[in-house]
């Protein structure tokens, strides 16, 4: 096997420059030829590399300073949303206190209309029971009353005779007069 660089240095394998033909040795034909486009590449690829290179690179500080940013605003707002949060349980436990004391007044001021009514309607009741006392043994006076006066006329009229009514009569209209007499 040949040496590799003898394909370079050596004359002899080089093919004359009017021939035109495929050079088979696959070992002297690629090296030249990746070493011809990576030179290409490097010289001409160099500031189109270097641009792309530079245009990533500032994306990509972009992209940081806009995620510095919006993690800046997001933990400002998180903080905002903290300081409302605390606030409204704040206001809360107020809303709660002041409902369970003002449940606790209602209850007493119910409890203590309850006991007024319920007064009321016991002096209601005694005075209801009272005036239907009353009225009941005003019903018996008057009853009583009737019996005892019937049985009085019934009386009066079973002993007394017309002469004895009539000295009665007689009596009573002499007293009206001796009444109206002193009074005037």
């Not at 394998?13 to 088979?24: E, V």
């Not at 011809?36 to 245009?55: A, C, E, R, Y």
């Not at 500080?61 to 919006?70: A, G, K, Q, Y």
């Amino acid at each position: 096997m040949k040496n590799v660089t003898d394909s370079f240095v050596s004359p002899g394998h080089w093919p004359s420059a009017g021939s035109f033909g495929f050079n088979t040795d696959i070992l002297a034909t690629n090296p030249i030829n990746l070493s011809v486009v990576i030179g290409v590449l490097l010289f001409f690829g160099k500031g189109v590399l270097s641009d792309l290179l530079d245009n990533r690179k500032l994306r990509i500080v972009n992209t940081i300073r806009n995620s510095e940013e919006l993690r800046g605003r997001a933990i400002e707002q998180l903080e905002k949303a903290r300081a409302r949060l605390r606030k409204v349980e704040m206001e809360a436990d107020q809303f709660r206190a002041n409902g369970y004391s003002e449940i606790e007044r209602d209850k007493l001021n119910l409890i203590n209309s309850t006991y007024k009514t319920l007064e009321q309607l016991e002096n209601y009741k005694n005075e209801t029971i009272h005036f239907e006392q009353q009225r009941a043994i005003n019903q018996v006076r008057q009853r009583v009353f009737q019996q005892a006066l019937q049985g009085a006329l019934g009386t009066l009229n079973s002993c007394l005779s017309n002469e004895l009514h009539l000295r009665t009569i007689n009596a009573n209209i002499g007293m009206f007069g001796a009444m109206k007499d002193i009074t005037d």
